[in-house]
């Protein structure tokens, strides 16, 4: 099952030198796109004026600015791949995306009703780590390393509660109104499992099609590590934002 697909990957870390570069291209094109955000989450300042504008419940935009935030929130997107990457059955992967879910949902939505605040920078930074640690759970790093498999289904929903309290923390940076709070975060947070749901949609399309090819087998080793060096990328990026507004 899923704690033991390091099994699958191929032994010899090191093959494959064009397509690690080729993959680990394509991650930094993706991550460094509308650079100007980069040290950010994925809420634009467009959206910041328009959340500190309204008042009162307004469901649908609520939705539309949620389905946004996980759609390109790359952080979310690359955790969400690892996930993925082993599991096969329907099943299994409604399993660990509902606990991410779960998570996000949970400190998202009490981090704002309560005004429970981090800095951004610092909780921004551990979402980089949680992709490399989804990374190094899926080429077996721990088992070789430690001698011991970390529960996974624990880790997704661990961090799940940080994904969500990245989001919450923005959100309180940008002053909602009182005014139909409850609501208008239920509804931000409907858009943003539409969102995810949606972005999953795409992943299993292409991870359906790669699954069939011998490239799979040959290249999963490669694209983990490709994912590793892009979590990495993010948590410098978030530890230097953090150094310069210090």
């Avoid at 921004?124 to 790093?141: E, R, T």
């Amino acid at each position: 099952m899923h704690s033991h697909v390091y099994n699958r990957l191929p032994r010899s870390p090191w093959a494959t030198w064009q397509t690690r570069l080729l993959l680990f291209s394509a991650l930094l094109i993706y991550l460094f796109i509308g650079s100007s955000e980069a040290l950010a989450h994925a809420v634009t300042a467009g959206d910041k004026g328009y959340i500190q504008e309204i008042s009162g419940v307004n469901i649908l935009p609520f939705m539309y600015l949620g389905a946004k935030h996980m759609i390109t929130g790359y952080d979310h997107i690359l955790f969400l791949f690892g996930v993925i990457f082993f599991l096969y059955r329907m099943k299994h992967i409604g399993i660990y995306v509902s606990l991410f879910a779960l998570g996000h949902s949970t400190t998202m939505i009490l981090g704002v009703y309560f005004n429970i605040g981090m800095n951004s920078y610092l909780i921004d930074a551990i979402i980089g780590l949680s992709v490399v640690y989804k990374a190094l759970d899926n080429i077996g790093a721990f088992q070789r390393w430690f001698g011991f498999q970390p529960n996974t289904k624990i880790a997704v929903l661990i961090f799940g509660l940080f994904h969500g309290f990245g989001l919450s923390t923005k959100l309180l940076e940008y002053e909602m109104s009182p005014d139909g709070l409850l609501p208008n975060l239920l509804a931000f947070n409907v858009g943003v499992e539409i969102g995810q749901l949606l972005a999953l949609a795409i992943i299993l399309i292409g991870m359906s099609y790669w699954r069939r090819t011998l490239s799979f087998i040959r290249n999963a080793y490669t694209a983990n590590v490709a994912m590793m060096s892009a979590g990495f990328i993010l948590v410098g990026m978030q530890l230097t934002g953090y150094l310069m507004s210090s």
